[in-house]
């Protein structure tokens, strides 16, 4: 038999008893269950996650939710090592989620800016969680967002646009506050990109640059790495002859 164990469990004493159709029973030896204990997370700084959903048309962020293939059933994954910021993907119809912990370097209140094509979505955890805890975009509104593309237009200051959050984010120096973002693409062209500013801070919203890798990080498993499996192709091969299939496995960090 199978169960789900929990801490309850550690140190429990199982047995086993058969019960026979003419009303005997047997009783197994008895087995103690031990349980490890479970290992932090490890936390790698300048690197974030990236999900991705090929297919679904539309270009807001509800047409990828609302799609048959999400959450359960992506079709890529792979790590950023740099700031938050995705190029043109070359191709149309689909979705990308991304999660990252923000590592601000100075304590103080927190906007965050868009630039998108097409629509996208910020959700920020404003409690600081080292070991995850992001977001389900799903399960909440946004903290800022856009539902079209930005016409190219620059990172917008705080007031009347949705691309930019309307309040600032309370966060401390060297904290991990878990964020996920998600953008759309229908057709054309695609990007997003994310920045963020301090309140105090004077630099113009058009000055601003993507949040750097140096403010980022991503909680791995205890292990500390990621291992991503890719499967082998169909092979055709005469009949009675061999065939070889390759697999692809790496892992990450390396």
Excluded: C
């Excluded at 679904?56 to 293939?69: K, N, Q, R």
């Excluded at 992506?74 to 991304?98: M, Q, S, Y």
């Excluded at 061999?242 to 697999?247: I, K, L, Y």
């Amino acid at each position: 038999f199978t169960f789900d164990s929990t801490e309850a469990d550690k140190g429990a004493v199982i047995t086993v008893v058969l019960s026979g159709g003419d009303g005997t029973t047997t009783t197994s030896d008895p087995a103690t269950l031990t349980l490890d204990d479970p290992q932090p997370d490890v936390i790698v700084d300048g690197v974030w996650a990236v999900t991705e959903y090929d297919g679904p048309g539309g270009v807001t962020a509800d047409e990828l939710y609302t799609a048959a293939i999400y959450p359960n059933s992506p079709t890529g994954f792979f790590f950023v090592e740099d700031a938050i910021n995705l190029p043109d993907a070359g191709k149309d119809n689909f979705g990308r989620v991304g999660h990252f912990l923000f590592k601000p370097d100075t304590s103080g209140d927190y906007h965050f800016f868009i630039k998108s094509d097409d629509g996208s979505e910020v959700h920020v955890n404003p409690t600081a969680k080292p070991d995850g805890g992001f977001p389900d975009p799903t399960a909440q509104e946004p903290n800022a967002f856009r539902t079209n593309w930005d016409n190219n237009n620059p990172y917008q200051e705080p007031g009347t646009v949705t691309e930019t959050t309307q309040v600032p984010i309370p966060m401390v120096a060297g904290s991990y506050y878990p964020i996920t973002i998600v953008y759309k693409e229908g057709g054309g062209g695609d990007r997003f990109s994310l920045a963020t500013r301090r309140v105090g801070d004077a630099t113009p919203a058009a000055d601003l640059l993507p949040i750097p890798a140096s403010m980022i990080a991503y909680a791995f498993n205890s292990a500390g790495r990621e291992l991503t499996v890719t499967p082998p192709d169909d092979v055709v091969v005469t009949e009675f002859q061999p065939a070889s299939f390759t697999v692809d496995a790496t892992s990450f960090p390396e």
